[in-house]
């Protein structure tokens, strides 16, 4: 990886993009700590994440590099873009309409295109007023009552959706004059700007006590074999062998040659770990609307109870709401992959094609024998997702329980997936930059 970024910084224009990248990251990250939006108070938002490790607000804090606590108007960063991509991707498979123009070729893509850019919108909107609702109930926000209040609520939510839409730009320019990957990238570098505040958690507990430290060296230690082996499920791939019979037209032979069809392991990516998050986000976010400390213990009705215990069952930090997390990522991953593979297909282009796998029929028996194959590599990379989403909570309720202070990693595992598979794509793309560049003569 590190031969790949220097071979790209010796040639000319890819140094060019990757400058270019660096500069729209560091235009990010300026926005994300020092644009503040008016009317909230940043010390109380950094309270409240305090109080809330693990929840649905912490997820957000770190995929927005930290705006979030810091109050700034990249708070929403690109979770609505990417929100609007999953559900415009999804009913693509799902709405006759939106498959045509997927079909259709650039005009159609970029329609498509036009499409998720205002769902984006439209979630951001959402998602900002739901911010301030939350913020306003916490009490973050400096005016809530009478003409001042209805204004601080259309420029707080106005601050946010613009801050958002500034972020899609910034990814899109990426993409135009930079190395690519831009949504992705942007992303990447709010996750690994949380990364020294984590770093400094883990030595203010060793200065703490010196105890700590073989602790603090074993959780690095668990950090480092969680990227191997991130690493070596995004490598890995199940290769179908295909024959393709030979034909003869004329005076010259085609076909005979064999290939494979690559099944990846962990093919939907983080995907699943983002729906399943979305479903367990709502108990979280119940909790933060209507306030439970609100409700009178001694005089509450049969609803509240009922309330109270649903918000304790689904407490991010238990037992059972790793397992329902667990069950959803594993049932999510399944449902991703058969929106976007069809084994159908994949047996009909074959036969086509007079391509074939060895000592399978064509027709139904060689979709039958995909869709087995396919099902049994998804289990198995559901299972992993489900692992690294779930790992860091069991480590956390160990901690807890060995009464560790100060140490919070509920989303590391989610993290950690979202880098590695970031750094893997990039890589990836700059390979293909640089063969372009860098291709054989004929004389050589």
Known sequence: MFETFRNAWKNEDLRKKLLFTLFVIVIYRIGAVFIPVPFLDAGVLQSILESN???ILSYMDILSGGALANAT??????????????IIQLLTYALPPLEKLQKEGESGRKLIQKITDITGVAIATLQGFGYYVIMRNAG????????MGVFAAFVIVSCFVAGASIVVWLGNQINEYGI???ISMILFAGIIARGPSGLLKLITLVKTDMKYIFLSLAIVLVFV?????????NESERRIPIQYAKRVVGRKQYGGQSTHIPIKVAATGVMPIIFAMAFMSIPQTLQLIFDPAKIDQANMTGLQSFYLGFLKFFNSNSI???VIYFLLIIGFNYFYVSMTFNPVEIANSLRQNNGGIPGIRPGKPTSDYISRVLSH??????????LIAIFPIITQNVLAAMKVPNVNIAMGGTSILIIVSVALETVRTL???LMMRHHKGFLE
Do not use: C, K, R
């Open 180 to 182: 690519g990957n831009g």
């Open 53 to 55: 490790d693990g929840s």
């Open 320 to 322: 059972g709401y790793a």
């Open 377 to 386: 590599i998804t289990l198995v990379g559901a299972i992993f997702l489900g």
């Open 73 to 86: 108007v990249f708070a929403l960063s690109i979770t609505p873009i990417i929100n609007a991509q999953i």
């Open 431 to 433: 390979e293909s930059q």
């Open 140 to 147: 973050a926000v400096e005016y809530t009552n009478g003409g």
């Open 225 to 233: 074999l969680m990227i191997g082996f991130i690493v070596f499920m």
